[in-house]
Nanobody, 123 residues
Framework: QVQLVESGGGLVQAGGSLRLSCAAS????????MGWFRQAPGKERDFVAA????????YYADSARGRFTISRDNAKRTVYLQMNSLKPEDTAVYHC????????????????WGQGTQVTVSS
């Protein structure tokens, strides 16, 4: 009965900002490392950002570093992705995922996935 539900996506102009949220239920949220991945039509699923279970370490794709910030609130069982200075190439479906494993940049290590939220950046 694990469920991850993303929200906060939408249409934004280049240079704008969005804040994505991922609400978790059916699991002990604080026991999981969390990640954000994105996928555009016809493209591979790419790593965006990850955060360890207590928020003590974060990881970013080169394309996200300096513009995006991942955070979590374990009391609210929610992970966030603050996206600033958005570019058209950021357009994709963004998924959050949970893992108890290692190598947080690899989507194959994640065991629970949300359905995704669409982010579209216009130029």
């Amino acid at each position: 009965q694990v469920q991850l539900v993303e929200s906060g996506g939408g249409l934004v102009q280049a240079g704008g900002s969005l804040r994505l949220s991922c609400a978790a239920s059916g699991l002990t949220f604080s026991s999981y490392d969390m990640g954000w991945f994105r996928q555009a039509p016809g493209k591979e699923r790419d790593f965006v950002a990850a955060i360890t279970r207590s928020g003590g370490a974060t990881y970013y794709a080169d394309s996200a570093r300096g513009r995006f910030t991942i955070s979590r609130d374990n009391a609210k069982r929610t992970v966030y992705l603050q996206m600033n200075s958005l570019k058209p190439e950021d357009t994709a479906v963004y998924h959050c995922a949970a893992t108890q494993g290692i190598y947080l940049t690899n989507y194959r290590n994640y065991i629970h996935w949300g359905q995704g939220t669409q982010v579209t950046v216009s130029s």
